[in-house]
């Protein structure tokens, strides 16, 4: 058997977010988050037992050394170090991720930690407004800085942001709750804003700390596809890019706006307030990597006719109109269709424009999923989606991309971002359902074997 040979040392890994896999949302002194008082419509889970990782974490970390990761793509929850506005931190939030850590470590598999995934304490928005103030820098900064010092030396990678473009849009994460649209996208504008000033903050703190140390962001890459080859739409195509991926990519990278993004901004009046030497922050570090993650792609066409604020924020726009792609496959969970080249186009630029290391963070299929009277989930669609994607990853390589890493999202079976157990990623499935949590027992389904394999031959077979 022939294999497709990935470089040594390709970190195979898989990944999870804190707010959807541990659960406890109210246990070892953790405070309130904003994914924790989000009000998740009837018969949907929420994310206070998610797949209770919390009391599962050594069985969970013990299923990831069989399957052979050499990196966990993790989160912690800022509402579980950082429970209050006092800036103290919480030691038995910290006491939970020196277990977690430490076994990882042990069992010879990488953290690579993500400090803000979605969630953020509850406290700060209601004391201030969350990310609306600029006091939330400093909260974030305070955040980092106490994570770093504290696992200095055992946590090599560190992501500061995960998906600024949706944790900044959805009011259930941010806690911006504004209704009028013109208002709600300024806000938008200027909480990304404070955010690119935060992660600048804290990567120039991170090189005090421990200059060993790695750092970069985690982005929802857009790959947009015109809808037909006129000139009108291959515009807005590449307009819906530079709007919903390189204006936070580019202030990253580069500390400032793609020239597009800003005059855009500045004509619809959602440029954000800007301070006296806050152009020095943004420009006073760069990272070292950029985190990829891929799903799927979209397509769109000219804009005409009016502003449709009927859909999610970032969509909101008359610079682009999203529309269906009708060459790409679809399911019910992908309805945007399943696009594995897309990744590679999509990589492909961002290493063009940035030439930094990458590593793909998230990619997954989602299903529904129950187990099988034989006790396994049988997910073919699932090997498929993640072989498609990893042949990409090969071809990357070969044409010497600094790719240095895949992991699928997710590990377990975690809480949706918002639409529950009904659908499912995970290399392990838990068994709960929307409404009865179970036990949460864990089940390695057949991509997890699969995958077990890949990693071991460090490759795909031909
Ligand atoms: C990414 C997020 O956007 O997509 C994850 O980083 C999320 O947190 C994942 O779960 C899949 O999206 P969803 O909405 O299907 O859970």
Same mark, same amino acid.
């Given at each position: 058997?022939?294999?497709?040979?990935?470089?040594?040392?390709?970190?195979?890994?898989?990944?999870?977010?804190?707010?959807?896999?541990?659960?406890?949302?109210?246990?070892?002194?953790?405070?309130?988050?904003? @994914?924790?008082?989000?009000?998740?419509?009837?018969?949907?889970?929420?994310?206070?037992?998610?797949?209770?990782?919390?009391?599962?974490?050594?069985?969970?970390?013990?299923?990831?050394?069989?399957?052979?990761?050499?990196?966990?793509?993790?989160?912690?929850?800022?509402?579980?170090?950082?429970?209050?506005?006092?800036?103290?931190?919480?030691?038995? =939030?910290?006491?939970? /991720?020196?277990?977690?850590?430490? /076994?990882?470590?042990?069992?010879? !598999?990488?953290?690579?930690?993500?400090?803000?995934?979605?969630?953020?304490?509850?406290?700060?928005?209601?004391?201030?407004?969350?990310?609306?103030?600029?006091?939330?820098?400093?909260?974030?900064?305070?955040?980092?800085?106490?994570?770093?010092?504290?696992?200095?030396?055992? !946590?090599?990678?560190?992501?500061?942001?995960?998906?600024?473009?949706?944790? @900044?849009?959805?009011?259930?994460?941010?806690?911006?709750?504004?209704?009028?649209?013109?208002?709600?996208?300024?806000?938008?504008?200027?909480?990304?804003?404070?955010?690119?000033?935060?992660?600048?903050?804290?990567?120039?703190?991170?090189?005090? !700390?421990?200059?060993?140390?790695?750092? =970069?962001?985690?982005?929802?890459?857009?790959?947009?596809?015109?809808?037909?080859?006129?000139?009108?739409?291959?515009?807005?195509?590449?307009?819906?890019?530079?709007?919903?991926?390189?204006?936070?990519?580019?202030?990253?990278?580069?500390?400032?706006?793609?020239?597009?993004?800003?005059? /855009?901004?500045?004509?619809?009046?959602?440029?954000?307030?800007?301070?006296?030497?806050?152009? =020095?922050?943004?420009?006073?570090?760069?990272?070292?990597?950029?985190?990829?993650?891929?799903?799927?792609?979209?397509?769109?066409?000219?804009?005409?006719?009016?502003?449709?604020?009927?859909?999610?924020?970032?969509?909101?726009?008359?610079?682009?109109?999203?529309?269906?792609?009708?060459?790409?496959?679809? @399911?019910?969970?992908?309805?945007?269709?399943?696009?594995?080249?897309?990744?590679?186009?999509?990589?492909?630029?961002?290493?063009?424009? /940035?030439?930094?290391?990458?590593?793909?963070?998230?990619?997954?299929?989602?299903?529904?999923?129950?187990?099988?009277?034989?006790?396994?989930?049988? *997910?073919?669609?699932?090997?498929?989606?993640?072989?498609?994607?990893?042949?990409?990853?090969?071809?990357?390589?070969?044409?010497?991309?600094?790719?240095?890493?895949?992991?699928?999202?997710?590990?377990?079976?975690?809480?949706?971002?918002?639409?529950?157990?009904?659908?499912?990623?995970?290399?392990?499935?838990?068994?709960?359902? *929307?409404? *009865?949590?179970?036990?949460?027992?864990?089940?390695?389904?057949?991509?997890?074997?699969?995958?077990?394999?890949?990693?071991?031959?460090?490759?795909?077979?031909?």
């Amino acid at each position: 058997m022939k294999i497709k040979q990935f470089p040594e040392g390709f970190l195979w890994g898989a990944s999870t977010s804190a707010f959807q896999v541990e659960g406890a949302y109210n246990e070892g002194g953790k405070g309130l988050a904003t @994914t924790d008082v989000c009000n998740v419509p009837e018969g949907i889970a929420d994310n206070k037992i998610a797949a209770d990782h919390y009391h599962h974490w050594k069985e969970d970390v013990d299923l990831m050394a069989e399957l052979g990761l050499k990196v966990y793509r993790m989160g912690f929850a800022w509402s579980r170090i950082m429970p209050d506005a006092s800036g103290r931190p919480n030691p038995e =939030g910290l006491a939970f /991720y020196d277990q977690l850590i430490d /076994y990882l470590l042990e069992k010879g !598999i990488e953290p690579l930690v993500t400090l803000y995934h979605f969630e953020c304490p509850q406290a700060l928005v209601d004391a201030f407004g969350g990310w609306k103030s600029r006091k939330m820098i400093d909260f974030y900064v305070k955040y980092a800085q106490i994570c770093f010092e504290h696992f200095k030396g055992r !946590i090599k990678r560190w992501v500061t942001v995960n998906e600024q473009l949706i944790a @900044t849009a959805a009011g259930i994460m941010s806690g911006n709750h504004e209704k009028d649209p013109q208002k709600n996208l300024k806000n938008i504008y200027q909480m990304s804003y404070h955010v690119s000033l935060a992660e600048h903050k804290a990567m120039t703190v991170l090189r005090e !700390i421990d200059p060993e140390a790695k750092i =970069g962001p985690v982005c929802a890459i857009q790959v947009v596809y015109p809808q037909t080859s006129k000139t009108e739409d291959i515009l807005a195509a590449e307009n819906a890019e530079e709007l919903m991926e390189f204006y936070m990519l580019d202030m990253s990278v580069r500390g400032e706006y793609p020239p597009y993004v800003a005059k /855009y901004l500045k004509e619809k009046g959602l440029y954000p307030e800007r301070e006296p030497g806050d152009a =020095g922050v943004l420009k006073s570090s760069t990272p070292d990597f950029i985190g990829v993650n891929y799903y799927f792609s979209i397509c769109v066409k000219e804009k005409v006719g009016p502003i449709n604020y009927n859909q999610p924020p970032f969509w909101v726009s008359d610079a682009f109109d999203i529309c269906d792609n009708p060459y790409l496959r679809k @399911t019910e969970w992908m309805d945007k269709g399943i696009d594995p080249a897309g990744l590679h186009i999509g990589m492909r630029k961002i290493y063009n424009r /940035y030439g930094l290391p990458m590593i793909v963070t998230e990619n997954g299929m989602a299903y529904s999923e129950s187990l099988g009277e034989d006790g396994r989930i049988h *997910d073919d669609y699932r090997i498929e989606y993640l072989k498609e994607h990893i042949e990409q990853l090969k071809i990357m390589i070969d044409e010497g991309m600094p790719v240095f890493g895949y992991c699928p999202w997710s590990f377990v079976d975690v809480v949706s971002s918002h639409q529950g157990f009904a659908k499912r990623y995970g290399l392990v499935f838990v068994d709960r359902t *929307d409404t *009865d949590p179970k036990q949460c027992a864990r089940y390695p389904k057949d991509s997890f074997f699969w995958y077990q394999k890949v990693i071991a031959r460090n490759g795909l077979e031909e």
